[in-house]
């Protein structure tokens, strides 16, 4: 039973028979055909031989199988996490070059091993940090620069950078060199990518076709770009008309390969391996939740750490690079009835058999085609319709969103992810220790007790009732002490002070710190400090320290108690008393 | 009135008369007698000339009192950002040369910029960051290295370091070269001022003095410690017989100085200052409420980090560095009747004078006097109730200032502060994306609903009620979704599921981006969301989005409504269904 949390394909391989056999067959068919074109456009994405595309869609899948606890999720090259490996190896060797290759081998590596220890060590938690518009803001931005970057190569022009401004005017400067024939083919191919995808499952189905069938039918869309292009480039001879082309693509299953340990490289690829490792997480994890809850299954998300990070070991062993469970792959895979992950090692076999025996057909297909795939593959990345939401729901939101997107763009994928984490955290923090508080008073004929700003409720000069709706913890337990002797100097006649705990669920040591504090500071201007309403659980604690001893009031169970009581002693404790207020002294108050 | 509020003195000084400058004065009188030995002492913990210790104590301070709003804090040359002077500027040049003097103005001005800067943007909360065990912690550790460090000047030997591994093992490896005189002298005056600090007042009341004169007068002891041992220098020529002294102190005023702009220099002091600066701060604000609440008078935050930064941004340009609010002087100034920052101003007056007449007499001074002067003061530091109180309220916290304890006596203060930070916030941020939640049942005959765990409650396996005691952030949208999912997994007959929000203070984006989620694949798994108890402003907000119109079920005032209602509801649509699930296929739920 240990084990198989582990490896959870103890679990499903029991139930394995014949039909669930011929399901995952058929999924893992159409999963292979629509990966081809894509692992070969997401490789040269990341600036590496298409073939490495290949390689990270085969046994990456079979670890994640092994591992994984989604039955649907379908591993590989994605877009983004192609994107910031190109930044990251960037920052090493110029793209295609035999350091850049080792480079993204030990960013696949490093990332492995941070996600396998995140899931071994249970830190998925870290992944929250990416807030919903962050992640949001940052793939719009992301696939807005590799839709970009793709220009140049269905213009047929040299282009480079990985932010916008470089990306631009880099490709404006070399607007002049564009190739009419690569502009044909690619424009040809994005329009009718774009068509497949909005009307060929409509035509389908008036041409009798099933919703299901056609809708899996249109996925082989790009297989049919890929052919026609190919073939109008060996006919047409557009080649030697300067077309750019994949060329040839080593015919072999993955090699072995083992990354660099080399200290250097590997301090400056730690915090990129980082960040595309969570981002990776983030998305993977949506897409698993999403699929399995359609079938009410459950995933482990620490344990998808695991499966991931296997991934990406695997990657590293065998001439790939970074990997992550891709949305539109696993929804194709989920649509067409995979039922276990035995349908991505099937799919494993596929891509395998693509490598080994498809890769002289891909000589003469023309880059411009893979571009297309790439641009309308990232263009629905591009959400327009969030933002709005957001803006209306939230500005703080909106906030932390429109900075993610406007870094991502003007200074690349890294500083962006960093700035909007960091937003995100500050304002978050920032909330936190400025928690919502209320000056509380009773309800006439009632035991209830109400913010005196917002209802007519009963109060008395000596005694005030503070309602904390918030945790008491070391971020707000410095405004705690400066609201509280900020309303204690604002009234001056002041006997006793009630903090009203019913919507306190925990106190830290801070925050027990400065309750102490308070309680001396507030017996030194004669207010006796109280509590009411404390929660069960904190009470627990609380009996562990000082401060019921050292409190210079009482707890008290119910706040009704504390007010009806304090009015009674403070009516026989009123006698004048000489005051240390200058101001008071003077009459002044 | 605006202009009262960053100059707070156009407020006291309206006040101010004969009686308040007569306390005034007696309170700078005191603090000035107090200040000259400590200032040079900490001045050389810092690795600086012993004068520059007096020239931080002059212009800083005024600068103060024309921007602080505390009346009694006396701003100066601290024990523990000294030490963290020492650290930082150590890594630019070896103590004592004309370079380190330089990057300890450099840091007294960032550190000032910094401050006005947080000041100005009121980012004071970020200084919220350092929990109470972290700050109690590094105090502790900080006093434990410098007491060590000062052993060397007690022994007259030589030490090095910045932790304590390297400052022990240099100690000892030097212990043989320790001077006969000098131990004696340190010895000396470390019990003396033991004695003074303990035996001295109760000997003083027990010789009628009244208990306040005899408090001040204690604090005269350090003053006599000075002058005893500066006569038996003189008188015996032990300087001669090797006993260091404290030498040629130039007679002036403080110079001018400009911090250099050096951009090298500020990016390698940049994390330093900004760690001092919130120590400093989080310290001398500390000290400031305590004073402030004990006449029910109020400081304010936001400004104390303009007037901080001011003293700062003065030491830099007198030839000082780095300063802040020191607890002792402070209590000392308010214990002897200093009414407003004019005390300071006269101590300031106090210092310049010493600066200008004093300093021949201090040539004889033997420095291992200073050092018992360090040490007896920092032991005060060392505080080891608060450990022990911890430990018993929460381990979480412990763990955070153990650490931070660890981390500063083996590697320094730097990293000491910045792994105590880092724990807290990951401790924080852990807590904060696992909330406290329940399911709920009706408890009989009422309309309350309790945890099912807790009470013996009514509940239905057709609706499920969770109520969850947290506001609804990014950090916990995550766990939100899965522990909602898991819950739904775990009842096969569920049809309505009910969030109970009666806890929850804010819903952000992520979070209702989960609720949309969880609301879409309940819907999937044939299960209704409704909400129930939603607050005012709450429901405000979702009103603004699309989540009230997309619910598959209601949002209901009261919980007990919902609760009766789902429960006629599940009645009347209560018919086999197929299931999805096959364990359920197969009968076994």
Redesign the interface.
Known sequence: MALARYLPVLEWGR?YNRTVLTNDLVAAAIVTIMLIPQSLAYAMLAGLPPEIGLYASILPIVAYALFGTSRALAVGPVAVISLMTLTAASAVAPPGSAQFIAAALVLAFMSGTMLIAMGVLRLG?????????VVSGFITASGLIIATSQLKSILGVKASGEAMPELVTTLIANLNATNMPTLIIGVVSTAFLFWVRKGLKPMLIRLGLKARTADLTAKAGPIAAVAVSTLAVVLLDLEAQGVRVVGQIPQSLPPFTVPLFDAALWQQLAIPALLLSVIGFVES?SVA??L???????IN?DQELIGLGAANVAASFTGGYPVTGGFARSVVNFDAGAETPAAGAFTAVGIAIAALFLTPLLASLPIATLAATIIVAVLSLVDLKTPR??W???K???AAMAVTVLVTLLAGVEPGVIAGVGL?LAL?????????AAIVGRVPETEHFRNVKRHNVLTDPRILTIRI???L???????L??FV??Q??EHPRLRHLILMCS?V??I???A???LE?INH??A??GVKLHLSEVKGPVMD?LE???LVADLTGKIWLSQNKAFAALLVAAEDEDVPRVR???WAARGLI
Chains 1, 2 share one sequence.
Not at 125 to 133: C, G, I, M, T, Y
């Open positions: 139930g938690f870290l992944a929250n940090l990416l807030s919903h518009p994890v939740q999403t399995a809850a359609k079938k009410r299954q459950r998300p939401h957001i209306r729901y939230s703080p939101d909106f995100s978050f923090l920032w909330r936190a220790s400025r928690p919502h709706d918030e945790s913890t070391y971020l707000n337990a410095r405004w002490e400066e002797l900020e204690v100097a919507a669920n925990g830290d040591a801070s027990l710190e400065s504090a500071r507030l030194d201007a604690a562990r320290s000082h240390d207020d200058p």
